[in-house]
């Protein structure tokens, strides 16, 4: 598993970064702001000449050829995001974040099957009455898949994995 690149000492004035002591603590030969996907980044190279000794380069990287690439946030954006990652790994934070996420299930399920974003009606009083009977028909679908023990939702199928079960039938 790669090191992560957060680990890595790097100095943005002098354009460098240091591999970590563990990988020979060479520096960097290349240094570029660059934007993936939208969000701006800095992507690291290290020469491949650099790499290609190194003991621990499976855990760098997964070229053969080349060396090293890394890809960065900027650095106010990392110190935000490192202890964000860190504290996702707490069992606390999963069990919260299951709870949300069983709503946001519940939220598309009443989205997908009976249309609540945009109300039907004008008027306070028959939106009211919409949510009112869009909510028992939820609860409705949820008992009779509960009762008799179907899963809320499918599982997506890819393309390809459809392709092949039709080939297969």
């Known amino acids: ?74 650095r106010e954006l990392q110190e935000v995001l490192d202890p964000a990652r860190l504290q996702q790994a707490d069992e606390q934070w999963r069990a919260k974040y299951a709870t949300r996420a069983g709503v946001e299930g519940a939220i598309h399920q009443a989205v997908a099957v009976t249309g609540i974003r945009r109300a039907r009606y004008l008027g306070l009083q028959k939106t009211h009455l919409e949510h009112v009977f869009s909510a028992v028909a939820l609860n409705l679908i949820r008992l009779d898949a509960w009762w008799n023990g179907h899963p809320l939702d499918r599982t997506r199928v890819s393309h390809l994995a459809r392709l092949d079960l039709s080939l297969t039938a």
Do not use: Y
Not at 18 to 47: E, L, M, N, Y
């Open 1 to 74: 598993m790669p090191a992560l690149a957060s680990t890595a000492p790097r100095s943005p004035s002098t354009g460098t970064s240091g591999r970590p002591p563990a990988h020979g603590g060479d520096t960097s030969t290349w240094w570029s702001p660059a934007t993936q996907r939208g969000t701006k980044a800095i992507v690291i190279k290290f020469d491949k000449e650099t790499c290609r000794p190194c003991p621990v380069r499976d855990q760098c990287t997964r070229s053969k050829t080349g060396g090293r690439t890394l890809s960065l946030q900027p």
